[in-house]
DNA sequence: TATGAATGAGTGTTCATTCAT
DNA sequence: TATGAATGAACACTCATTCAT
C-alpha cells in the first residue's frame, strides 16, 4: 500500500530535478531570490497570462534584473519549470494527506470530500495553477516546453493515485476501466475546479457539491460492487 | 422556441464580425484564398501549437505570400479570429440539429446523444479546435487576444443553449441552478470530449458512453422531475 | 589532369553551400541587398576585426535594418560564411587560372609568380580575408563556428592543389613530403602575404620578391631533380 | 652587445606593467592566486579559445570566485595581458639563451638551430600562447584589446631581435632589408612553428627540418656574404 | 578577504506589420 | 493584385563588472 502510493508520488517530484538550475543558489540570499522569481512568475501568469511572463516581465515583478534571473535558472523555461515542481511538490503533500492508507472504511463520499476540497482549496490558492497547469492542450509537437511537459506528468501522477486507489477499492475492476475512469475524474476534477475558482464566491459552494455528485454518480456504479461487506457488523450505514 | 435557440446562436456569430476582415471578399476567388488561409491555419495549429501559428507559417502552409495575408486580414489575430468564427458557424449548425424543438418528449438520454455525438465527431475531426479553442483559462487580462475572447463566447453561447435547454425540461428549476448545471455540463462535457479525441480509438467509445452516464447522472435529478409525477406509484424508472 | 586540378576546386564550393542561406532571395532587390550585406559585414571586419562584426554593426555599416540580415540568413555566422565563400569562389577562380594545365615546361620561378602574385593583389584587395580567413589557429573546440571552418576548408583546398601540382612536377616524391611541401608553401604564403598587405608601399614589392626567393629555393631540391629533361633541346636556362 | 640585446628585451617586459596589475600582490599566497588564474585561462584558451575565455570561465577554471579574479585584475583584458607578459618573460629567457654573445663564429645553420630549436619547444608546450598570440591579425582599431597589443609587441620584439642579430652578421645589409629579413623570418617561424605543434607526432621533425632549411636558404645570400669572398672567382653562387 | 549574488548594457534572433515592385 | 523584401520593437540570453555578506 505504502509502496503503491510512493511511486507515483515520486513521479511527481523527479519531474525535471536535474538541470532545473542552471546553479543551485548556495547563499541565503540566492534561495530567497529564487523564491521571489517563482512568485513573481506566478503573479504574472496569473493576472497576465503565460505569454506575458516574459523574463523581463518577471524580473521586474520580482524588482530584479534580468540578469539575476539567470543567475540560477538556464532559461526561461526553467523557471516556469521550477513554479511548476513547486506545485508538483504541495501537490504532492496534498495528495499524501487526501489518499488514505485505508480506503476500505471509507464512504465514497467521504473519499471524494477528503481529495476534492483540498484540490478546490488548492486551486483557488493559485490563480497560475489553474491558468497553466490546469489546461487540457495534449503533445502534438516535439518542441515541447517544459511546462506543458510537466502539466501532463502532473495530471499523470494524479491519474496514477486515482487509479491505484479505484483498484484498491474494487479490485474486480478491469485495469482498463479502472484508468479510464480515473483519467475522467481528473479530467473533470481539474475542469470544474479551474473554473470554479474564478466563479462568483456565491457559486463556490454549490459548484464543489455539484462536482462530487456528478463524481458520486459516475463512480458508484464502478467502485461499490462489493456492498454488503461481512466485517461491518453494526448498522452505521455510511451511505444508505 | 425559435428564438429561444436563435438568441445564443446570433452571440456566436456575430461575435467580432466587424473588423475581422479588413475587407470582404466577394469573388469567389478572394473567398477561396480566405479559406485556405483559415485551413493553413488550422493546420499548424493542430500540428504546432498556437504559438507556431505565426503569419509567415500560416503563409507558407497556404502556399501564399506572407503579405496576400495582410490583403484578407487586418492583423493575425484576426485569422485566429475568423477562424473561430467558421467553428462558430459550424457549431450553430451543429446546435441547431442537436438542440430539438421540443424536447419535452425525449428521454434525457436520447437528448444527451443528440447533442454530444456530433460534438465528438466535432471535436474529432477539429484538432486545432480542441487544441486552442477548448481551454479553460479564462480572462484575466486587457491585452487579451481575439482567439481567448472567441474561445470564451464560443464556450458561452454554448452554456447559453444548454441554459435554455434545462429551463425548457424543468421551468421549476431555479436559473441560478439552472446555469450552473449548464455550466457544469458544457465544462465537462468540453473537457472529456478534448481528451476523447486525442485518446487511442479503443478507449473512444468507452470514454463517451461514460461522459454520457456521468451527464445523465447529473441531470437526471435535476431535469426529470415533472415526468415522474403521472406514472409515480409503479416503476420508478429512474435508474434501473 | 583536368580531373586532379577539378577535385579541389569543387572542395572549395562545396563548403556549407546547403544552409547559407535562410531563403535564397528571389527578388533582384534581395540579392542585391546579400551583396550589400557581405559587403559591410568584410567593411566592419576589414576596420573593427571579426568580433566588431555583429549582426547590428553588420547591418548598420548597410544601411540597413537589422532584421534583414535575417531575412536571408539564419544567423549572425552564416553572413561570415557566406562572406568566406564569395571569397572562396574568388579564390577557385584565381587558382583555376593560377595553376597551369602543363606546369612541365614551365620554370619554378615562372610557376611561383603565376600562383603568388594573384594571391598577392587578392590580399591587399581583400583586407577582411587576410584579418580573418589569413590565420594559422586551428581546431580545438567542437563549437566552431563557420568561419573557422570555413577557413580551414580553404586553407586545405588550397595545399591539395599545391599537393597535385608538386606531385605532377616530381611523381618521385614520396606523398607525405609533397603534402608537407605544400603545407608549408601553403601557410608561408598565406603568413607573407597577409603581413605584405598592411607593410608600407615601399616593402611590398622586395616582401613578395623575397617570398618567391624563399619558396624557390625550398622547392627547388624538392620539384627540380629530373633537371636534364630530353625534350628541351635548346639551352635556355631559366635559371642557372 | 649586452645593451644591443636588453633593448628590445625590456620591450617585452615593460609592455603595459602600469596598470597589468590592480595590486601587485607581495604576499606568495596572492602571488600563488595569480599565477593560478594565469594558468586556468592558458587552459580555457587552449581548449575552448580565447573567446570562451570569460571572467566565469577562467574562475571556475581556476576553483576560485569570480570576484577574486578581480581582486588581482582590473578587468578581464588585464588577466590576458598578464598572461601575455608571463610568455613574454619565458620568451626574454628563451631569447636570452638563444641569441648567442658572438654569433660570428658560427655556423648559420647552429644559429637557426639555437633559436629555433627552444621556440618550437616554446609552442609545443604553450598551446594557449599559438592560439591567441601566434596570429597574423594587426591592429586596425583604437579599441583593440590589451592581448591584440600584446601579440603584436612580442612579435615586434622578437622581430628587433633578428634585427640586431642580422646586424651584427652582415653589418654591410642596409638597414631596410635587415629589418625585412627579420621581419620575414620572424613571420615564417611563427606560422610554421604554430602549425607544426598541432601536426602529428611523425611530422613534428620533419616540418622543423623544413623550417630550418626554409630560413638557411633564405639568409645565406644575405649574411655569409663575407664569407664567400675568398672563393668568389669559380662558382657562381645563387644570389650574390 | 573570499564568495557568489546583483546589475544592466549589449548581442542574437523573431515576428507582426508595412511597402516597393 | 500578388509577392517577398524592409522595418523595428520585443524578447532571450550573456557577461564584464560591482557589491553585499
Redesign the pocket.
Known amino acids: 500500500m505504502t509502496d503503491e502510493a510512493a511511486t507515483p508520488a515520486a513521479a511527481i517530484t523527479d519531474v525535471e530535478t536535474d538541470d532545473a538550475f542552471r546553479?543551485r543558489?548556495?547563499?541565503s540570499?540566492?534561495q530567497?531570490?529564487v523564491e521571489l522569481l517563482l512568485d513573481a512568475a506566478a503573479d504574472v501568469i496569473a493576472e497576465h497570462g503565460i505569454d506575458?511572463?516574459?523574463?523581463?516581465?518577471i524580473a521586474i515583478r520580482a524588482r530584479?534584473?534580468?540578469?539575476?534571473?539567470?543567475?540560477?535558472f538556464?532559461?526561461?523555461?526553467a523557471v516556469l519549470a521550477a513554479l511548476a515542481l513547486r506545485y508538483a511538490d504541495e501537490m504532492r503533500a496534498i495528495h499524501e494527506r487526501a489518499f488514505p492508507m485505508d480506503p476500505h472504511g471509507m464512504a465514497l463520499e467521504r473519499l471524494i470530500d477528503r481529495i476534492v476540497n483540498p484540490l478546490a482549496e488548492f486551486h483557488d490558492r493559485n490563480p497560475a495553477f489553474r491558468r497553466v497547469f490546469a489546461t487540457i492542450e495534449g503533445p502534438a509537437d516535439d518542441t515541447r516546453s517544459a511546462p506543458v511537459r510537466l502539466r501532463g506528468q502532473l495530471f499523470d501522477s494524479f491519474v496514477d493515485r486515482l487509479d491505484v486507489l479505484f483498484g484498491s477499492r474494487n479490485p474486480k475492476l478491469p485495469a482498463r476501466d479502472r484508468r479510464r475512469a480515473a483519467l475522467i475524474c481528473a479530467s473533470v476534477g481539474q475542469s470544474i475546479l479551474a473554473r470554479r475558482s474564478r466563479a462568483p464566491a456565491a457559486d463556490k459552494k454549490p459548484l464543489l457539491d455539484d462536482l462530487k455528485r456528478m463524481l458520486v454518480g459516475f463512480l458508484q456504479p464502478l467502485l461499490n460492487v462489493q456492498q454488503a461487506r461481512p466485517r461491518r457488523t453494526a448498522t452505521k450505514r455510511v451511505k444508505p
Not at 64 to 72: E, P, V
Not at 74 to 77: A, L, M, S
Open positions: 546553479r543558489p548556495r547563499q540570499r540566492g530567497k531570490r506575458a511572463a516574459t523574463a523581463e516581465a530584479t534584473a534580468k540578469g539575476s534571473l539567470y543567475q540560477f538556464p532559461n526561461r523555461d
